[in-house]
């Protein structure tokens, strides 16, 4: 597996429309492509801005999300193939079978499309927008090796990113929305937790901004990040990049998956190999 250039977004919540979002879309995949980098993450639900009507309006900013997807989808593979990059261009609600699902794309440098579903649903999420969990954990097969997506609340929960490792992913790509300070920290203290116990690469892409005339995405929080193991060969911290917080812009790092076999063989504790295949039940300890 080769090292490659990675880049998260932090997008600044914009006004809506098709064709302004596309344009942006181009401008931001340009950007990171020309410093060279060749995956890219996106935040969660930020797609919506395309989306918006003429006043703040959750119900149909999620029905216009769902009816402009195939046009977003179109954007993202075009922008993939023109730029030559592997683009997780975020999330967008997909209607399946009757429900409403949060998908996230990720688009190969030929223009071809997989997808994860996001399996973990927020209270806003499953309690106004009757979102429903989609389809489990996935890894996908890429010329840098395989990869995962857990989107935001998803990264918040070990079996699913560890799911994702045991298939062989190295990385971990985790598009978020959050609308507290509160909300960004699980997200972000999740993600240096993911990257620790598995001895793996996790990048962050959020919203950020005020948006009052976006009903979904009137309040962002978050700030884009690359983390990996708190170990030898990595930062103390396991923080390998981060932007500022609620500023918009891309935070790249080269990463090297070779550096990960070696930190899990010859590292000061061996978290991904130590990880228990099945963790022995909490029993009531006894006072004598």
């Given amino acids: ?60 900013e999620l029905s216009r999300g769902i009816a402009a997807g195939e046009q977003a989808l179109a954007a993202m593979r075009t922008v993939a193939r023109r730029h030559k990059v592997w683009l997780a261009p975020g999330t967008l609600p997909f209607a399946l079978d009757g429900r409403v699902v949060n998908r996230a794309p990720l688009v190969a440098p030929d223009g071809s499309l997989a997808f994860q579903d996001k399996h973990v649903m927020t209270r806003f999420e499953a309690e106004e927008w009757l979102v429903a969990p989609g389809a489990p954990p996935s890894v996908f097969e890429t010329e ?35 609308d507290t300070a509160h909300g960004f920290s699980r997200v972000r203290i999740a993600a240096r937790a993911r990257a620790m116990e598995n001895q793996c690469f996790v990048a962050v892409a959020p ?7 976006c009903g979904a995405l009137d309040t962002n929080v ?16 396991g923080i390998i990049a981060e932007g500022e917080m609620n500023e918009g812009g891309w935070v790249f790092a080269e990463l090297n998956p070779a550096s990960l076999d070696a930190v899990r063989q010859e590292g000061a504790v061996r978290n991904h190999l130590s990880w228990p295949a099945a963790p022995p039940p909490a029993l009531p300890a006894r006072f004598a």
Avoid: H, N
Wanted: glycine share 14%.
């Fill in 207 to 213: 919203t950020v901004g005020e948006a009052p005339w």
């Fill in 144 to 178: 840098f090796g395989r990869i995962g997506i857990a989107i935001c609340f998803d990264a918040e929960f070990p079996p699913l990113v560890r799911t994702q490792v045991e298939a062989g992913a190295w990385l971990i790509l985790a598009p978020t929305c959050t």
């Fill in 222 to 237: 978050g700030q884009a990040g690359i983390y990996g193991p708190v170990d030898r060969g990595f930062t103390a911290s």
């Fill in 1 to 60: 597996m080769a090292p490659v250039k990675v880049g998260a977004l932090a997008w600044r919540v914009g006004r809506g429309g098709l064709d302004r979002w596309g344009k942006r879309l181009d401008r931001e995949v340009a950007q990171a492509a020309w410093a060279g980098a060749r995956l890219l993450v996106m935040p969660e639900y930020a797609c919506l801005e395309l989306a918006l009507g003429e006043a703040p309006d959750l119900a149909g």
